[in-house]
């Protein structure tokens, strides 16, 4: 049997870079923790990718009067047409239901009204506090819309 040759120290791997998917990911979990939910205690955080390439963040935001409650997705898409983006290419939300928790309805109205024609090719990722995820489409979301052209 011939002695072992020492082996060669590995070699450090490179940082992996976030994908565009793990930067909105990231982003509306760090706005989750910005939340303020003193009354469901249900934190939600969302991101939305516009065309422009910048990333926006939302939280929710409770008031003791629930109807005025705003979601974190609808948060985030003001925050995007504040900064004059005018097209949301992508979004993200963090909760800590299990599984992942889609956004609501009216939520899905608004992304829709700032997606580009085609909203099957709009990704949607959901994510909770332990890391399980889904993956969806805002086409998957909110498949028969009503969009800006159904006006007339």
């Known amino acids: ?28 979990r760090a706005a989750r923790d910005r939340a303020y939910a003193p ?10 990718r516009a065309d422009n390439g910048k990333i926006y963040r939302g939280a929710n935001v409770e008031n003791a009067s629930y109807g005025l409650s705003v979601c974190a997705e609808r948060n985030a898409v003001a925050a995007a047409i504040l900064d004059g983006a005018r097209r949301i290419v992508a979004c993200a939300v963090v909760t800590g239901s299990s599984p992942p928790a889609a956004p609501c309805g009216m939520c899905r109205q608004t992304l829709m009204e700032f997606a580009p024609d085609d909203p099957g090719r709009v990704p949607i990722v959901l994510v909770n506090a332990d890391g399980e995820r889904r993956d969806t489409t805002l086409g998957a979301l909110l498949p028969l819309a009503f969009r800006p052209e159904d006006l007339g």
């Not at 049997?1 to 509306?28: F, H, Q, T, Y």
């Open 1 to 28: 049997m011939s002695p072992r040759k020492p082996r060669k120290p590995a070699a450090p791997k490179a940082a992996r870079r976030p994908s565009g998917d793990d930067a909105l990911v990231e982003a509306a």
């Open 39 to 48: 009354y469901s205690r249900y934190h939600v955080g969302a991101a939305v």
